[in-house]
Structure formats: C-alpha cells, structure tokens
C-alpha cells in the first residue's frame, strides 16, 4: 500500500450528499444508474454515474445519504458528464455497495 501525506487526504472532498433523483443509464456499457445528488446549499446538486444495479433498485435510491467525492474534475460518460464520484466497496460477489453514513447528517458534511 502506497502511503500519502495528510495533505494528500485534505485535498480529498468527501462530502455526504442525497440521491434526489436515480434513473438508468439506457447509454452505458455497463448497467448504472444515473443519480443526481444534493450536497446543500455550498455545493448543489451533481450528477454520477454509479454501477449499483446488481444491490439496489432506482425506487430504493431516492432519498439516500451518500459519500462522494465532489472535487474531481467532470468526466464524461457516454452522454452524461459526471461530476462527482459516489464511493462504495466490493462485496464478496464483486457487486458494489455504496458507502452511507449510519445516521442523518448535514448536507455537505466533509469526512474528517
């Protein structure tokens, strides 16, 4: 594992956010989903594609906290620009699980 400076990890926005709105991608290679996240007032809403088809339903997305990161530069998927990157892990079936805090917190709140 490469270590990195604190300042490396500062430099990281990780903010939490809430899914307004997720549809598919009828455009991706892969099956996603399009969500539309809502960091708060400072931030606003963002754009990701996210490849979470396999553990979660559009219908059981709305209304979901999630970590993302909101400082990349925008990238362009198929007809989409994405603008943030929501986080998740792996499980044993290789299916992404999205990383969500545990309670309710602030929109926009950054990971210390």
């Known amino acids: 594992m490469k270590e990195i400076a604190w300042s490396d990890f500062e430099s990281v926005e990780l903010r939490v956010g809430r899914i307004l709105k997720a549809e598919v991608f009828e455009a991706a290679r892969n099956p996603a ?9 400072s931030i606003g809403v963002k754009k990701s594609s996210a490849q979470i088809t396999a553990l979660y339903a559009v219908e059981d997305l709305v ?7 909101v400082n990349f ?4 998927i198929g007809p989409i620009m994405s603008e943030c990157l ?3 892990f792996h499980n044993a079936e290789g299916h992404v699980a999205l990383c969500v805090p545990d309670s309710d917190v602030p929109l926009g709140s950054k990971l210390l």
């Open 86 to 88: 929501v986080t998740g």
């Open 33 to 41: 989903y399009i969500l539309h996240v809502d960091f708060g007032e």
């Open 73 to 76: 530069p925008r990238k362009q």
């Open 63 to 69: 209304g979901k906290l999630v970590v993302a990161v």
